[in-house]
């Protein structure tokens, strides 16, 4: 090795400083940018340069960091984000222009894409479209759709000023908006100081094997750098961990015997530069690969090898719902469907891997890192450190993008071990491969369908039987089997019904939440079956599912009857101009195309927000101190969603202040109550209405002081309120009252947790207190001899109940549709294959088509000023609208998703063949 090379520094320019630091031979310039530099605004999503997230600008170019020696930065110009928000007005203007439009959502990917989009717009000031994608196209978002970041840069300049109160309807900016485009946000890699001890895991490389470890402490004295190796022998308290009570089944560190790819059974402690050069091959660990069930089928054979004890036939758990007498239904109905349809494990493929950062503080373990759910972080820790709650503190960073995944525990149990064991700070960052290798997946699906009408389009009996592969550990695989059989019948009518659902392990990562928990799997079976009834029965598509539609005072299939609230038919009915218009303008396009063939395709879905028929409150707490200044304590994570400005948006409208005049205190388990787990669309409806008491809580004191009337006006200035009430002024001296612990003055925490009612034995009940419902249409166009998809256009119909901020509800609806196309058409997790995002493909800016999002609001009861979730709705009906309007552009019916180009000819050609 060159010597000189390896000591040397490097010099260049900095956002416009000399800069000289001290790489490794062969280190990527985003490592020295981040780790040497302390530009933490360079993203890294997948150091292979797939992602685009550390785009920089070298003497003005676009560069992916993480592709680029630092060597190679020898006397030339290296700019970042952070920089240009420093001196280039321009990039300020397309800050603000990011900001107006909802561009960044859960902000990883965004210093990324500006960079790329600068470089754009100095060459080309005016882009249009076509411009846009070309010189993003290298960036990927798993949030937004793109849609928005594309106006963004084409509409800088014109960025128009934001609503002044931001009440509730109000489109408002993001209130945490400006550190997601200014480049401070920061994130599970971004917290932990330079030198901080690193941790690394050592992974079964089998699907299932039995190992033995030996000579761990003759390693760790054999290898400068590494303090320590920690397995389960170093778990004080107890070695398993999960989200269900009654199935938490997955081990910290495997004892004996890996159980799938990526299983972890130990972790090496050491300096950075010790990590940097760890081969794991030579951790000494010995293997004994066994044979894998990786198929569901495979694994209920009674010869098959039980992965837990007590499940026989490796059955997880089933969930039920029946009523009236399907059976007799169909054989009574004038036609029936029958269809099977089956999906593989996607990839939840947010752009920030798993990363944290934990230390001893007080005697207390505290951990930093990126999660959907840091109470449950917590509870989770203390368990596995065999010591009480309040002995571990989370204290989560800002999420590069969840979906779900981030509800499991990741990098948290071993950076809590490992500050524990050692005393000191220390950090992990997953790997992209370890991140796609041992995460949760969406469940693999084997689906069974039967489905009847009478001749007038009225449904006439339904049977669906699932089984779900849950991979080698539980996680959210009990919710997935009973949320599953409540949704499978789609927001319809259907009065003889039965479904269930089962859940099965298999030596696979483990399944678990991704944006729906199992319904669009459901949902392309039933909505797909739904166009095959439709033609048999001679009626328009949109028509028979407008004519089946649950509408108020309709019961579901669990017997839950809503008296207000089922927005499906207007949702269906808010599509009928674009399906008239779109398939007129098809059927003229296919008269004079042979080989390229336009289809139009439409889906409905629903959704139950929140745990199903389970406890689910969430709690806010809000204070004024002695000074006028209003705080908000939301213990609810915003992984993008935006629940950080909706839940300020409702607060502040129940309080009667603008929303500027708050300030947020984020999710802390020290500070913050429980704002519960940021999943199944439960934020905006039940911290929502927390946040909506809490206001309400504090506006009763306010008025109460001076008996003013509800109709009152506030402001609050420093040390004073002044109630003006039916042309009366009031003052309360906020100096003169005494303050609490906290230093509030006034205070109000409120609860609120969702009525609901638990399930009998044949799944009737109370689920969820509201559902939210979306319809989406599908134009698409197939090349018949290369089996490509090219989506055209999408309209989407989304009953929200009421729209809080409906700039964030495009947000929503345009990402969960980028998310339903790559489930659709391109996304397949192999394990063992695809764990990059080179070969696991999702939709890039290139990929999404003009979506024009219609806002039915169609108040909820329950829900906050009448507001209903929105996060996994968003998704559920794509795939199905997707592949129906192949079948209508083709003739060909995919029962398998991905309907990838491959797969897509072969059942064209097959088609021809029958003919």
Same mark, same amino acid.
């Given at each position: 090795? $060159? ?16 800069? /000289? ?11 020295? +940018? ?31 960091? &993480? ?50 989009? +600068? ?12 411009? !846009? ?52 946000? =920061?994130?599970? $890699? ?20 039995? #190992? ?17 190796? =920690? ?29 799938? %790819? ?120 203390? $368990? ?106 789609? @927001? ?10 089962? *859940? ?11 944006? *729906? ?10 909505? &797909? ?36 609230? !089922?927005?499906?038919?207007? &949702?269906?009915?808010?599509? %009928? ?40 409150? /969430? ?31 409702? #607060? ?40 909506? +008491? ?9 008025? /109460? ?47 609120? $947790? @969702? ?53 964030? !509800? ?10 339903? =196309? ?60 997707? +592949? ?32």
């Amino acid at each position: 090795m $060159d010597w000189r090379v390896e000591n040397d520094t490097v010099g260049f320019s900095l956002n416009g400083h000399p800069v /000289s630091p001290r790489p490794r031979v062969g280190e990527r310039l985003s490592e020295t +940018l981040r780790e040497r530099l302390g530009a933490r605004d360079v993203k890294i999503g997948c150091n292979a340069g797939d992602c685009g997230a550390c785009t920089v600008l070298v003497d003005g170019d676009p560069v992916c960091a &993480c592709l680029m020696p630092a060597h190679q930065a020898e006397g030339r110009a290296v700019e970042t984000l952070a920089g240009f928000m420093q001196n280039d007005p321009l990039m300020q203007q397309l800050a603000d222009s990011f900001q107006a439009h909802g561009a960044a959502q859960c902000g990883i990917c965004t210093p990324g894409m500006m960079v790329a989009a +600068l470089a754009l717009l100095r060459r080309t000031p005016d882009p249009d479209e076509l411009a !846009v994608k070309d010189a993003l196209g290298g960036v990927l978002c798993r949030c937004t759709g793109y849609r928005k970041i594309i106006r963004a840069v084409m509409e800088v300049g014109t960025t128009p000023p934001p609503p002044p109160t931001g009440e509730v309807g109000a489109a408002i900016p993001r209130l945490d908006g400006l550190a997601k485009v200014a480049g401070n946000e =920061l994130y599970g $890699d971004d917290v932990a100081p330079a030198r901080t001890l690193e941790v690394r895991l050592i992974r079964s490389p089998y699907p299932r094997a039995g #190992f033995t470890l030996g000579g761990l402490d003759a390693y760790v004295a054999a290898t400068d750098g590494i303090e320590t190796v =920690l397995t389960a022998a170093d778990i004080p308290g107890r070695n398993l961990f999960g989200t269900i009570p009654d199935f938490i089944d997955q081990p910290v560190f495997a004892e004996t015997e890996a159980w799938f %790819r990526g299983d972890p059974v130990a972790a090496v402690v050491g300096t950075p530069e010790a990590l940097a050069t760890l081969d794991p091959a030579r951790f000494p660990v010995t293997w004994d690969e066994r044979p894998p069930v990786d198929d569901v089928h495979e694994a209920m054979a009674p010869e098959a090898p039980l992965l837990h004890d007590g499940r026989e036939g490796n059955l997880m758990c089933a969930g039920l719902v029946q009523c009236g007498d399907p059976e007799a239904a169909l054989a009574q109905a004038d036609t029936v469907v029958e269809g099977h349809y089956r999906s593989g494990f996607v990839e939840h493929a947010y752009i920030e891997p798993e990363a944290g950062f934990a230390q001893m503080a007080d005697g207390r373990v505290e951990v930093h890192a990126c999660t959907q759910a840091p109470v449950m972080d917590q509870e989770s820790l203390a $368990d596995i450190l065999g010591t009480d709650r309040s002995q571990v503190r989370i204290i989560p960073t800002a999420v590069g993008g969840g979906f779900g995944a981030k509800l499991d525990l990741s990098v948290q149990p071993y950076l809590a071990l490992a500050t524990l064991k050692t005393g000191k700070p220390v950090r992990l960052t997953y790997s992209r491969t370890e991140s796609m290798q041992a995460t949760t997946k969406r469940h693999p699906s084997d689906l069974h369908l039967r489905i009847g009408a009478t001749r007038d389009g009225r449904l006439s009996g339904f049977t669906f039987d699932g089984l779900f592969n849950t991979g080698a550990y539980s996680s959210w695989g009990p919710t997935v089997a009973n949320r599953v059989p409540v949704h499978a019948s789609g @927001p319809y009518r259907v009065a003889d019904y039965r479904s269930e659902a089962k *859940g099965i392990h298999t030596h696979n990562p483990p399944a678990g939440a991704f944006r *729906g928990f199992g319904v669009p799997q459901a949902a392309i079976a039933q909505e &797909c079956l739904f166009d095959e009834l439709a033609d048999t029965l001679g009626i328009d598509r949109l028509e028979f599912r407008i004519r089946n539609a649950l509408e108020n005072g309709t019961p579901t299939v669990c017997g839950q009857v809503f008296d207000q609230g !089922v927005g499906i038919r207007a &949702c269906l009915e808010a599509l %009928r101009p674009a399906w008239d218009t779109e398939r007129t303008a098809a059927a003229a396009f296919n008269t004079q195309n042979n080989t390229l063939k336009r289809g139009v395709g439409v889906a409905a879905g629903w959704y139950g927000c929140g745990n199903t028929s389970l406890p689910n409150p /969430s709690t806010i707490k809000s204070g004024i101190r002695a000074d006028g200044t209003v705080m908000l304590h939301q213990g609810a994570m915003d992984i993008g969603q935006g629940a950080n400005t909706v839940i300020a948006q409702i #607060f502040a409208t129940a309080l009667g202040v603008p929303v500027d005049s708050l300030h947020l205190i984020g999710p802390d388990t020290d500070v913050t109550p429980d704002g519960g787990k940021t999943s199944a669309s439960r934020q905006t409806y039940v911290s929502g209405n927390a946040a909506r +008491l809490s206001g309400e809580a504090l506006r009763a004191q306010i008025l /109460s002081r001076v008996n003013a009337s509800a109709e009152a006006q506030l402001e609050i200035h420093t040390g004073t309120i002044r109630i003006t009430d039916r042309g009366d002024t009031h003052d309360i001296d906020l100096t003169a009252l005494p303050p609490d612990a906290e230093g509030y003055v006034l205070r109000a925490e409120e609860t609120y $947790d @969702p009525p609901t009612r638990p399930l009998d034995e044949n799944g009737q009940g109370i689920p969820y207190a509201q559902f939210g419902y979306a319809a989406h249409l599908a134009v698409i166009e197939v090349d018949t001899r290369l089996g490509t998809v090219k989506p055209l256009r999408f309209t989407a119909a989304h009953d929200v109940g009421r729209a809080i901020n409906p700039l964030l !509800v495009e947000g929503q609806v345009e990402g969960g549709i980028a998310q339903g =196309l790559g489930m659709a058409l391109m996304e397949e997790y192999l394990p063992g294959t695809t764990e990059n995002l080179h070969d696991y493909l999702i939709p890039t800016i290139g990929d999404i088509p003009p979506i024009d999002t219609i806002i039915i609001e169609e108040p909820d009861a329950h829900g906050p000023y009448g507001a209903k979730g929105l996060g996994e709705h968003a998704l559920i009906p794509t795939a199905p609208a997707l +592949l129906n309007a192949i079948r209508d552009a083709c003739g060909v019916q995919i029962t398998k998703v991905p309907a990838t180009p491959a797969r897509l000819r072969a059942a064209i050609r097959e088609q021809s063949h029958d003919r």
